[in-house]
């Protein structure tokens, strides 16, 4: 326990009882699911967040399946602890990384960024993984339960990179009551112990944090990127603006910097310039998708955060300093512990 965090043993039971089936299903002492964040979830932030008693979750974003390989290696020989691995949907190579889980006896397996196939669903629940499934709607999350989801995860639109247009709690509200087969995890906007238990006594089983998590002292992310984190308000954690219907945009919730307003003054240029006849729809949606590319790296790694994306929920007006894993997590615990015994 860390020096400040206190926690009641009445408070503790009772929160140990409510996510039960949530730990019992990760394995883990607490139901707290590392979100997976692309070039910060990796071997150390996981390995951290899984050693105390937390559920990590590694990143797969574009890795190959040998770079996947080795991180699922390197993560274990930081922990012993259970963790899982986050595979998008829409990766090329799906197949084999799904193959590289079934070698490296991955136990919890993520499949987010789409609908997962029948296939991928299969080879998955084929070696005996446990398969975690996001979904923005209460029909899909029946759809994946009956397709053989083993946990679902809800996100609403306060969660930082690619969003959908729902808040938490109306997706709360709309899919706990009628998901009792599965555990469900819940998403978006978390950054206090005291609405962890509030979810929980909704019916959720856990839940998945991610931008109290960047700022964690084994975080790799660059001192920039966490330094831009804990000056940050919710308000400037923005979603990003589609100009025009003609060309769409996924909407992303980032820190507002010059990346994001010259993202906004390079749609308005193609707009003007498609109907100059100067490019085509394909093209304009060509740079517009384009704009981005390498953005989360040149902020994660690089430290650019005027130009690259920084990706941030917005709870990351509650990020207040940079500290251990463990002490996010015991701080976490207690006040939920407090909450349930007021």
Same mark, same amino acid.
Request: overall charge negative.
């Given at each position: ?16 009882? +409510?996510?039960?089936? @949530?730990? #019992? ?8 699911? $590392? &979100?997976?964040?692309?070039? /910060? !979830? ?101 759809? +994946?339960?009956?397709? @053989?989801? #083993? ?8 969660? $930082? &990179?690619?969003?959908?247009? /729902? !808040? ?175």
């Amino acid at each position: 326990m860390f020096e400040g965090v206190a926690m009641s043993e009445e408070g503790l039971a009772r929160l140990e009882a +409510l996510w039960k089936r @949530g730990t #019992d299903f990760l394995g883990s002492k607490y139901a707290i699911l $590392g &979100g997976a964040m692309t070039w /910060v !979830s990796e071997r150390n932030l996981v390995a951290a967040i899984s050693n105390a008693g937390g559920f990590g979750v590694i990143a797969c974003g574009g890795m190959t399946p040998d770079l996947l390989a080795a991180e699922i290696d390197a993560t274990r020989a930081l922990t012993d602890k259970p963790f899982g691995v986050n595979l998008i949907t829409l990766h090329p190579a799906l197949d084999a990384l799904i193959d590289v889980c079934g070698e490296k006896e991955v136990s919890h397996v993520v499949l987010a960024g789409g609908l997962p196939s029948g296939t991928a669903i299969a080879k998955i629940k084929g070696y005996g993984a446990k398969l975690m499934c996001f979904a923005p709607t209460a029909t899909l999350a029946k759809k +994946l339960v009956r397709s @053989g989801a #083993d946990a679902i995860i809800i996100e609403g639109m306060e969660a $930082g &990179g690619h969003i959908g247009p /729902v !808040s938490t709690s109306v997706l709360a509200q709309e899919i706990l009551p009628v998901i009792t087969d599965v555990p469900v995890f819940v998403a978006g906007g978390i950054g206090r112990g005291e609405v962890i238990a509030s979810y929980l006594e909704m019916g959720a089983s856990g839940v998945q944090l991610g931008t109290r998590f960047v700022v964690a002292e084994e975080c790799i992310a660059h001192e920039k990127f966490k330094k831009a984190f804990i000056r940050a308000s919710a308000r400037d954690a923005v979603a990003s603006v589609q100009v025009d219907a003609r060309f769409p945009v996924i909407p992303v919730r980032a820190l507002k910097n010059e990346g994001t307003e010259k993202f906004m003054a390079t749609q308005r240029d193609i707009v003007a310039r498609f109907h100059g006849g100067e490019v085509s729809q394909e093209e304009g949606q060509m740079q517009i998708e384009h704009f981005w590319g390498g953005a989360l790296r040149r902020a994660v790694v690089d430290g650019d955060v005027e130009t690259g994306s920084v990706m941030a929920g917005q709870s990351v007006g509650m990020v207040k300093k940079v500290e251990p894993t463990a002490a996010i997590i015991d701080e976490l615990v207690a006040q939920a512990c407090t909450y349930l015994v007021a």
